[in-house]
Structures are given as structure tokens and as C-alpha cells.
């Protein structure tokens, strides 16, 4: 059973107003006073109650997340259970909590912003999926809640931003492939209206030409398993097909490495693949997944850190840039075949 201050006051022989004045640091006690209430609330276990805390400072000791994504991939896709634990790390170690909406119908996603902020739910909010030119900016301005974004939007953004370069992760990718000696390398890509969808795109352009080789075999898609499988389906349905793809993430790779082995092709014999995420699971596959290995935990955790800091006014509002994916090598990728042609599904 929690410690009251009732349970103080007994204990030091004041009234619960001396005990509530000393646990608030207000005045209205001799100092002896406030020493033997606070050191007998402390031999208690006495914790401060985070709603009394909220209704005398007018804070909620929450920050909130909305996330505009099926709520299917919420439990399919590793990453978001992996970066709602770190963030949910963060804010035990302050008594924060975290107050996460879903929202996919029309007009879902700006309501939700406004409903947490204008009913004084959150203190702050996590920003994450930052889309080109996105217009939750200027709400969040409109509505004038501190956040942070997971990575740096393209447009003018006064938040601070949590970031990782993931340029370098598909650079490294692409030029494991091409030292394989495959040639005609695509790219499975998540949605191009996401930052990190078409960082990783440019990304993937970039290297290849590095390599004075085309990037002519892009298939994009939604970062789910069904969106990685019909991708892989348009790019093996071509005369040039690929003897290798990149894929924006672990989910579409999975799905697309049993999709082309439904075909008859090998993995990698015929065809290599890589991911992004290094989730779990990926090590465990037929053949295991040469992957990009990120923690989205860390960036949770760091993205609710970096907020927290805000609130306390501690923070100089700088950009935190993570460590760059690093690139595991495992038994989805191999030598190009010598010709393609004839491994055609």
C-alpha cells in the first residue's frame, strides 16, 4: 500500500499541512521541522503523487506519441514495439508517462494532436515518420508544444531533432553487392512521402552510380510485409530483372526472400537480399538476413531524453545524430549468378 502524507504526519507528529508544506519545499515550517518530515517521509518509502504533482503545477508528466500507420504494423513491424520500449526507459527513470494514439481515418491525426495538447494530457510530443513538407510543423507551432522529431524534416523545423545516417547503412549494402559482382541492383522502397523512405532511396542511388551503375530497378511500397511481396513480384516480373535488392526494411525483406523462393529461385543463388533493422528474427530465417543493424530502442530512448531535457529547460535544443547502421553480413547474399536468364521464374 503507497505512503500518504497522512502516514508522514503520524509518524512525525505534525499535522498533514507542516508534512505538505516540507515535501513541497514551501514555507510555513521551522527548518528542524521540514529536516524530521523529510527524513522520516524518506524512511517511509513516501513517493510524491504524479496527479498531486500535476494539479499544483499544471503539468501532466506525460508525453505523447501519434502514430499514423495501420495499427496492424504496430505489432507486425519490430521496430515500433523496440522504440515505444525506449522511450517508455526513458521516461520511467523521471516518472513520465507515455501517451500513444493511434490514427488512420482522414483529418485522425491533426484531431489527436490537438486533443492531447488543448485538454492538457502531454507536455510534450515525440514526432516520428517526418514526411516531406510535413504540416504537423506548423500545428504543433499553432499549437506551441515542445517536441522532438525522429530525424530532421526537409522544411523549416525549430525543434530539435534525433537522427541517424542512414546513408551510410545502404551505401554500405550496396557495395557489399557490387563486390559480389552483381549488377543490376534494386531497391524495395518504403513510403517516398517519409523522410527516411527517400534518404534511403538517394542513398541507394547514390552508390550505385559511385559505382557506374544504374538505379533504374526501384519498386516502392509501405514498409509492410504484403507491400515488400508485391514490390519483389513488379521487379521479378522484368527482362532485366535483379540479381539483387536492397529493402528499406526487415519486414518487406522477409517477405519478398519467400515470395522469390515460392518462385523456385534461390536465396542467394539466384537472388540476394538485404534488409534494414536487423530485427530478431532475421537471424533465424532460411537462409538468416544480411541486414543493416539499427536500436531503435536507443533512438527512443535518446528522442524521450532529449524532449525531457526541454521541459526541464536544461536543453539547448541541438540535433543528436545516433551511429550509422552497420552492415551484417549473413547468408541472404552471395556471388551474382553468371546468368540470370536462366534462373528466369
Known amino acids: 500500500m503507497a505512503v500518504t502524507i497522512s502516514d508522514v504526519a503520524l509518524a512525525a507528529g505534525v499535522s498533514k499541512g507542516a508534512v505538505s508544506y516540507a515535501l513541497n519545499g514551501q514555507p510555513g515550517v521551522s527548518p528542524e521541522t521540514r529536516d524530521r518530515i523529510l527524513r522520516v517521509a524518506k524512511d517511509l518509502g513516501w513517493k510524491p503523487s504524479l496527479r498531486a504533482k500535476g494539479l499544483s503545477s499544471a503539468k501532466a508528466y506525460a508525453l505523447g506519441l501519434v502514430v499514423a500507420r495501420d495499427p496492424s504494423l504496430l505489432g507486425t ?14 521516461l520511467a527513470e523521471h516518472d513520465y508517462t507515455l501517451v500513444l494514439s493511434v490514427a488512420t481515418a482522414p483529418g485522425a491525426e491533426e484531431r489527436c494532436y490537438r486533443k492531447l495538447v488543448d485538454n492538457g494530457r502531454v507536455d510534450g510530443v515525440i514526432l516520428t515518420d517526418v514526411r516531406h513538407n510535413d504540416s504537423r510543423i506548423p500545428l504543433l507551432l499553432e499549437l506551441k508544444v515542445p517536441a522532438v522529431t525522429v530525424n530532421r524534416p526537409d522544411a523549416g523545423c525549430p525543434f530539435p531533432a534525433v537522427s541517424v545516417d542512414e546513408s551510410a547503412g545502404i551505401v554500405a549494402a550496396v557495395e557489399h553487392l557490387v563486390g559480389l559482382g552483381h549488377r543490376r541492383i534494386a531497391h524495395v522502397g518504403g513510403g517516398q512521402e517519409y523522410i527516411h523512405g527517400r534518404s534511403r532511396r538517394k542513398a541507394w542511388e547514390e552508390a550505385l552510380a559511385a559505382a557506374g551503375l544504374p538505379a533504374d530497378l526501384f519498386a516502392a511500397a509501405d514498409f509492410t510485409a504484403a507491400g515488400g511481396a508485391a514490390a519483389t513480384a513488379q521487379l521479378l516480373r522484368r527482362e532485366d530483372r535483379p540479381t539483387a535488392i536492397v529493402y528499406a526494411n526487415d519486414l518487406m525483406a522477409t517477405a519478398g526472400q519467400s515470395y522469390a523462393q515460392s518462385l523456385g529461385l ?6 540476394s537480399i538485404t534488409g534494414y533493422d536487423n530485427a530478431e528474427f532475421t537471424q533465424y530465417l532460411n537462409p538468416p538476413l544480411t541486414t543493416l543493424a539499427t536500436d531503435p530502442m536507443l533512438w527512443g530512448r535518446v528522442a524521450a531524453q532529449v524532449l525531457l531535457n526541454q521541459l526541464a529547460g536544461t536543453g539547448r535544443g541541438e540535433d543528436t545524430v545516433l551511429p550509422a547502421p552497420r552492415l551484417v553480413v549473413r547468408a541472404s547474399t552471395g556471388p551474382a549468378p553468371t546468368d540470370p536468364a536462366l534462373t528466369r521464374p
Open 77 to 90: 513491424d519490430p521496430f515500433f514495439p523496440a522504440f515505444i520500449a525506449g522511450i517508455e526507459t526513458a
Open 266 to 271: 534461390s536465396v542467394p543463388g539466384d537472388l
